[in-house]
Structures are given as structure tokens and as C-alpha cells.
């Protein structure tokens, strides 16, 4: 049974950082691509982050956010710096064969971690 599960939200300042983690089990870690998606409220999910050998970031987070990863503890990480109030949001981690932006291309998903930017 594929499990990935989130931890590492919270609430932080604007100008903050938190590192999310994603830890995963049931699953070929290393053959997967892994990614963050978020989910503000009244919005739909939108991509954040996503990584195989190379990674992508939506343009809302790039030079902010990195994404990394770690095939030994088979867990995904979400480093995210200078953090503003419109990075509120649940944070999902989600698993798939392709890294791609699109969330119907994860079958894997996690539970969700709620990371709050107070200003």
C-alpha cells in the first residue's frame, strides 16, 4: 500500500521559512517523480514544485522554494524561504511516473500539511 505522508507546516511571519517533508513508503521511490502541489481557500490546487533528476517550479515560487529529495529515506522536501501571505495554503506532496505540472499526472497523493504567512 503507497503511503506519502506530510509534515513540517505551520505558521510563520512573511519573510519566514519552513522545509516540508513528504516521507513515502509502498513505492519505488527512485522511480517516481514527486511533487508539491497547494491548495488556498476558494482556489483550486495548483502546482508548486516537482522533481526526478532535474526540477520545475511554478513561477509564483521560483527562487523562493526548492524542492530536493532523498532516495535512501525515500522522502521529498519542500524548502521554502521568504515566505509571503499568499503561500497560504494546504500543502500536498503527490507521486507519478512523469514530472509533470498537471495533478492528473500524480496517482499518489498525501493528506495535506496546512502552512499559514501571517503579514
Known amino acids: 500500500q503507497v503511503q506519502l505522508v506530510e509534515s513540517g507546516g505551520g505558521l510563520v511571519q512573511a519573510g519566514g521559512s519552513l522545509r516540508l517533508s513528504c516521507a513515502t513508503s509502498?513505492?519505488?521511490?527512485?522511480?517516481?517523480?514527486l511533487g508539491w502541489f497547494r491548495q488556498a481557500p476558494g482556489k483550486e490546487r495548483e502546482f508548486v514544485a516537482a522533481i526526478t533528476w532535474r526540477s520545475q517550479y511554478a513561477d509564483s515560487v521560483k527562487g523562493r522554494f526548492t524542492i530536493s529529495r532523498d532516495n535512501d529515506k525515500a522522502t521529498v522536501y519542500l524548502q521554502m524561504n521568504s515566505l509571503k501571505p499568499e503561500d497560504t495554503a494546504v500543502y500536498y506532496c503527490a507521486a507519478g511516473p512523469y514530472l509533470v505540472t498537471d495533478e492528473t499526472g500524480y496517482d499518489n497523493w498525501g493528506q495535506g500539511t496546512q502552512v499559514t504567512v501571517s503579514s
Open positions: 509502498g513505492l519505488i521511490f527512485s522511480s517516481y517523480a
